[in-house]
């Protein structure tokens, strides 16, 4: 196999396989044929994201490779790691993410790696490589200086630069004779990166003239210049000063992950309460703002003082509260109203609200581990310095998810709860090439986050947090939650004390009557006049609330509480508030009962509010249009009673409602990798394709229809005639996928695309041989 294309080609469907489903992004879209595969898998961004998921021993071996010369067997490359035992499996990881091709006794790096990593090991380029860019007269002087002996002859620049390569290969009296403070600025380059800024670098400086360490270390070679302001420390030098280890350390297995060690059963109940209590919260939560919904900011998002007035309402700290916020947000529980512009609960949320409380967690904490908000970041400056408010978009980061799952993920590999910095540590090892500041701040919110969840308990991964990551997180918490009461004890001094977690029904109209007063394993709840009418206000008559309360109060309902719901309802409703959005104005009453009394009336969702009066919810601008095509002549009012002048062809559009965030699939289908395998085999073997197929195959319509069934069940390629609208026929190679509704759907391997074939112009089908 000479090229890396052929090593492709050479794979089995399963490697391949394995491949794809390590670098998704390769089949997105799929390319046309394992060619095409070779040269996405070997281009710099694609490159580049294969190496960001490598763990350090991983990119250790890689960058070993890079600086050995290729091809380099699995044995010495062991001995150069320091590890044999632990680089046969890294290697084979290598392997299987396309970055490293051949066998074990000649392995090389997959081109495009050497370019994403210019430094591998924190090492420069070899001394003959950096002088590449010195002018010959500039080498010869630092030739004469070091006296060694030019080259016999006319001597080119690359014969000269071989000549000072040779002897910067034993650099020890050079730097001895630079002095210590040279020596001490090579130390600060030794284990990388090896570049340097320094003024004025291309200028010429001999021995006995230098003067800075610096300049000292130019004339002597042991800085080479690559522009006007930077030098780079050869590799031969950074080599002897490492005392000739590629690293000062090799982590061949990440750094253990210790800490207090819980139960397990009293993590897993632990887990139970928090994930309770969060379905809980996120409920009170939207039904208050069902009520009084905050308003959307002008650039997105929430203020601050309604972020720290839901905190308090809550009684939870502004960072839950915006955990809340966010979470509900992420799983389409919460939108921006595109009438009002506030933020209110969807109508999901109120399918939401009477499923299972465990299926309720399930889907809240899907949301927050797959969502690309980060919660974490309200409060925060961005790079303006602007505050980020929750649910703006500035609070999105596109690592979040990963690192969340990752976090997770270490946390399943112990018992134990490890600190924050443990776990940090864990993931730089895991994925070191990653921004560590963001990274380390996504961790640390994470385990916070995961603990409100109830995701973990005690700071270890419960069982509801496994199952999460991979498994059926309603299997895993169901039974770790309390078994729902109908009752409550009403107390004399108008509070009722439900025992534990109520029953949906209860649990809503008790809330919308009453003032949670104190939480924990019973709940205290509070009836006051604001809250009896605050259930009045939304349709509750007197009659029903004390209905309720006789039926599902297991004592006796004290008389304060039925005088104060009597009280508050003899009062509720006398003054009466509604909203409009245009209004109708008219001296003559009767020009308005022709206006309601017209056969187009019902559209204009108007009533009545005076006998000059009626209020319309239609926007302004179509009210008037309606009655102009009802033959009124209808004039624009401004709020201060004049006349608004207007043009028929000004237009405004009505806000949109904001989208719910993406979300980020953690890995591929399956059976998408499979496809995607099959098609690459069939366009690269019409890629071989150089000769006609031939005189297009022909058969009877029903024959040909049973055959491209029977090769959508075996998976099988076929040679079809295609008949197109001109009249010409064609040959394809296909795969067939589906036939149905008088089309075949199959991939053309002769286009390397998905096509659609009417069956009826299919002429016949032959086996490809």
């Known amino acids: 196999m000479d090229t890396y294309a052929d090593w492709l080609r050479a794979r089995a469907d399963e490697e391949l396989r394995a491949l794809l489903s390590a670098r998704p992004e390769l089949i997105n879209p799929v390319p046309s044929d394992l060619g095409a595969l070779a040269a996405r898998a070997t281009n710099p961004a694609g490159v580049g994201r294969a190496l960001d998921r490598l763990d350090r021993f991983a990119l250790t071996v890689l960058e070993t490779m890079l600086v050995l010369p290729q091809p380099v067997g699995l044995r ?5 790691t320091g590890d044999r035992k632990a680089t046969a499996p890294a290697v084979r990881r ?7 091709w051949g066998d074990d006794k000649a392995l090389r790096t997959a081109p495009g790696v050497r370019h994403a990593l210019p430094h591998p090991a924190g090492l420069g380029p070899l001394a003959r490589e950096a002088l590449a860019t010195y002018p010959a007269d500039r080498i010869t002087g630092l030739l004469a200086d070091l006296e060694v002996p030019s080259p016999n002859g006319f001597a080119d620049p690359a014969s000269l630069a071989a000549a000072l390569a040779d002897r910067l290969a034993e650099p020890g009296p050079l730097i001895d004779d630079a002095g210590p403070e040279a020596r001490a600025a090579l130390g600060r380059l030794t284990w990388g990166p090896p570049v340097g800024r320094v003024d004025d670098a291309r200028r010429s400086v001999r021995v006995a003239t230098a003067n800075s360490p610096i300049e000292r ?3 002597r070679g042991l800085l080479i210049a690559t522009d006007d302001r930077s030098v780079v420390l050869p590799r031969e030098v950074a080599l002897h000063l490492r005392g000739g280890r590629l690293f000062s350390s090799v982590a061949p297995h990440p750094p253990g992950l210790e800490g207090p060690e819980r139960a397990k059963d009293l993590v897993d109940r632990t887990a139970g309460g928090q994930a309770l209590t969060l379905v809980r919260l996120l409920e009170d939560l939207l039904e208050r703002w069902g009520v009084a919904p905050p308003p959307v900011l002008r650039s997105g998002g929430l203020a601050v003082r309604d972020l720290r007035a839901t905190a308090q309402v809550l009684e939870v700290e502004e960072w839950v509260a915006a955990l809340l916020i966010e979470i509900a947000y992420a799983a389409g529980l919460l939108a921006r109203s595109g009438v009002d512009g506030e933020w209110l609960p969807t109508r999901a949320y109120d399918v939401w609200r009477v499923r299972e409380t465990a299926d309720r967690w399930a889907e809240a904490a899907t949301a927050w581990l797959t969502t ?4 974490g970041l309200a409060g925060d400056r961005d790079d303006r310095d602007r505050v980020i408010n929750a649910l703006a978009d500035e609070s999105m980061r596109s690592s979040a998810p990963s690192v969340r799952r990752a976090t997770l993920a270490a946390l399943a590999t112990t018992a134990c709860a490890p600190g ?7 993931l730089a090892w895991q994925e070191p090439r990653r921004s560590a500041g963001l990274r380390d701040r996504l961790v640390a919110w994470t385990l916070r986050e995961a603990e409100v969840l109830g995701v973990t308990g005690l700071g270890t991964l419960a069982a509801p947090g496994r199952a999460l990551v991979d498994g059926d997180p309603v299997k895993a918490l169901a039974p770790l939650l309390p078994e729902p009461v109908d009752h409550v004890f009403i107390q004399g001094d108008l509070t009722a004390i439900a025992p534990g977690p109520l029953v949906a029904e209860l649990g809503r109209e008790l809330a919308l009557m009453a003032d949670v007063e104190s939480t924990g394993g019973a709940t205290v709840y509070r009836f006051t006049p604001a809250s009896v009418r605050r259930a009045l206000d939304v349709g509750r008559t007197a009659a029903e609330l004390a209905d309720l309360l006789a039926r599902h109060s297991a004592t006796p309902v004290p008389q304060p509480l039925t005088y104060l719901i009597d009280d508050v309802a003899r009062r509720h409703g006398h003054l009466r508030a509604g909203s409009a ?4 104005r008219c001296d003559d009453p009767a020009t308005l009962d022709e206006v309601l009394a017209g056969r187009r009336a019902a559209v204009l969702r108007a009533h009545r509010l005076a006998p000059t009066v009626i209020a319309s919810r239609l926007p302004r601008v179509e009210l008037l249009e309606l009655l102009r095509s009802m033959g009124f002549a209808p004039v624009a009012e401004s709020p201060e009673g004049g006349t608004v002048v207007t043009r028929p062809d000004a237009h405004r559009a009505e806000p949109s409602a904001r989208s719910a965030p993406s979300v980020v699939i953690a890995d591929p289908d399956p059976s998408v990798v499979a ?5 690459l085999r069939a366009g690269d073997e019409a890629s071989q394709i150089t000769a006609p197929l031939g005189e297009p195959p022909r058969g009877p319509s029903m024959a040909t229809v049973e055959e491209l069934r029977e090769a959508v069940s075996l998976g099988s390629r076929v040679w079809i005639g295609y008949l197109d609208q001109q009249g010409q026929t064609s040959s394809r190679i296909v795969e067939p996928v589906r036939v149905e509704g008088g089309f075949l759907t199959a991939y053309d391997a002769t286009r390397a695309s998905i096509q659609r ?6 002429t016949g089908v032959a086996a490809v041989n």
């Open 372 to 375: 690309d908000r980060v919660p």
């Open 76 to 80: 010495a490359l062991g001995s150069a």
């Open 94 to 100: 290598l392997r299987t993410c396309g970055l490293v």
């Open 675 to 679: 496809a995607a395998v099959r098609a």
């Open 581 to 584: 959005s245009s209004y109708l």
């Open 757 to 762: 074939f009417a069956l009826h112009r299919i």
């Open 217 to 219: 270390l130019l004339a």
């Open 420 to 426: 924050v910095s443990a776990v940090q540590e864990y």
